[in-house]
């Protein structure tokens, strides 16, 4: 990696880092400040409120959504990463595709973890419970299961072409999983709401929710080029050590 490559890189991190966590403070404020609080039954949930559960606890919590759905998002930029990464590798066998596969997978692990422990502690107050197996919570365990054994597999393996074909493939068969997530409330009849959109209509929500997406992804991206950079100076030592 080259003075001038780094250089970018990092000035390239440390932007989306900026904005993100700026956007991350805006997104929090307006969540709190500004959205109202849904108040209209039924608006919520698609299920009725368990006995014992605050109401008014239940038609707060869904501010929580305004860190869940950009983490979810997240995931899905995470695939997308890992299918181009992929893809490139194959096509041109230069080590940055593989880097940016592998770091996709990293960040995507970490987003599909908030994501997952966001959408438990919603669903305590709109299910009573913290886990149930319908089809969108499951796919999502699987799709961030796929990104942990993709990390898995490459570290269990020595450095070579073997190991970058294998993260290669794996990307790409791994990237479909998002849009079967996004898909998966069409399948059976879950509890989990098919669109926030449809469930909260109040425009002051949906500006919320709008400067939350725009303004929490980039971090995430810059954490992708934060471990990108981190892999190419990896490599660049596995290199040394195998001369």
């Avoid at 899905?76 to 041109?92: D, K, N, P, Q, Y």
């Amino acid at each position: 990696m080259t003075q001038p490559t780094s250089n970018r890189s990092f000035i390239v991190a440390m932007v989306l880092t900026v904005l993100g966590l700026a956007g991350a403070q805006v997104a929090m404020f307006m969540a709190y400040r500004y959205a109202p609080t849904q108040i209209q039954n039924g608006s919520l949930f698609v299920a009725t409120p368990t006995e014992g559960i605050s109401s008014f606890n239940l038609y707060e919590s869904y501010r929580i959504f305004f860190t869940h759905l950009p983490w979810a998002y997240t995931t899905a930029v995470c695939c997308g990463f890992m299918l181009v990464g992929g893809v490139m590798w194959l096509l041109m066998r230069k080590p940055f595709w593989d880097h940016l596969t592998v770091a996709a997978a990293e960040v995507g692990l970490v987003a599909g973890a908030l994501t997952l422990l966001t959408g438990s502690i919603w669903a305590k107050y709109a299910w009573g419970t913290y886990w149930n197996w319908e089809p969108r919570l499951t796919t999502m365990l699987v799709l961030w299961l796929a990104f942990a054994a993709l990390i898995a597999l490459r570290a269990a393996l020595p450095p070579g072409a073997k190991r970058n074909i294998l993260t290669a493939v794996y990307g790409i068969l791994a990237s479909p999983l998002y849009p079967l997530v996004h898909a998966a409330v069409e399948i059976g009849q879950g509890s989990h709401p098919k669109s926030f959109s449809y469930l909260l209509t109040a425009p002051e929500i949906t500006v919320t929710k709008n400067v939350a997406t725009w303004g929490i992804i980039p971090l995430f991206v810059g954490l992708i080029v934060v471990r990108l950079m981190w892999r190419k100076v990896h490599h660049s030592l596995e290199v040394e050590r195998a001369a």
